[in-house]
């Protein structure tokens, strides 16, 4: 099961339909590869979010250990 992190257009992440915070993402990256190394980051933005929340949460998912992270936008 691939990993997705969503955006809301002011920049609210979520993932499995709670709010996290930025600092949580390689934690919770981590957690759920546990049970599935070949899952990958999808993160879906709302086209109205920044660009720079889709790279922050890119780059914890990349320090946790993801080399396969998607864009998909809304």
Known sequence: RDIIFQVSA???ISLDGRRVDIR???ANVERLRTSNRGAKVIISTDSRAQAKTYIRIADQAWAAGVDDI????R
């Open 70 to 73: 998607v864009l998909t936008t």
């Open 10 to 12: 002011n920049n609210d």
């Open 24 to 26: 949580s993402v390689p």
